[in-house]
Nanobody
Framework: QVQLVESGGGSVQAGGSLRLSCAASTYAYSRYCMGWFRQALGKAREGVAA???????KYADSVKGRFTISQDNAKNTLYLQMSSLKPEDTAMYYCAADSTRGGYCYTLSPYEYDDWGQGTQVTVSS
């Protein structure tokens, strides 16, 4: 099991940028698929982006070209650079780890990820 702590959320105007960070308690990235998810008020949690042990990213269609997922293995930290933010990006953002697939990412379904952080709020105003 890996402990995850997100940071970097905040309030920004539409068109702005934010960078989220997720610090892991262990050297997780060689054995885990790491992902970012979000949950808006009254909506189901959805996958945003994931990155596998080889650094290969996967994105939801709604964020392609605007968000970039990356990881710094030396710092045990996962990032989500968010640009051209829209009001519909407003949500609680969570990072999560999937330890069941040898570090490869096959899905952005939140049901397939087993370790979760507490979340960080992102609010985008128009």
């Amino acid at each position: 099991q890996v402990q995850l702590v997100e940071s970097g959320g905040g309030s920004v105007q539409a068109g702005g940028s934010l960078r989220l960070s997720c610090a892991a308690s262990t050297y997780a990235y060689s054995r885990y698929c790491m992902g970012w998810f979000r949950q808006a008020l009254g909506k189901a949690r959805e996958g945003v982006a994931a990155i596998d042990r080889d650094g290969m990213p996967k994105y939801a269609d709604s964020v392609k070209g605007r968000f970039t997922i990356s990881q710094d293995n030396a710092k045990n930290t996962l990032y989500l650079q968010m640009s051209s933010l829209k009001p519909e990006d407003t949500a609680m953002y969570y990072c999560a780890a999937d330890s069941t697939r040898g570090g490869y990412c096959y899905t952005l379904s939140p049901y397939e990820y087993d370790d979760w952080g507490q979340g960080t709020q992102v609010t985008v105003s128009s």
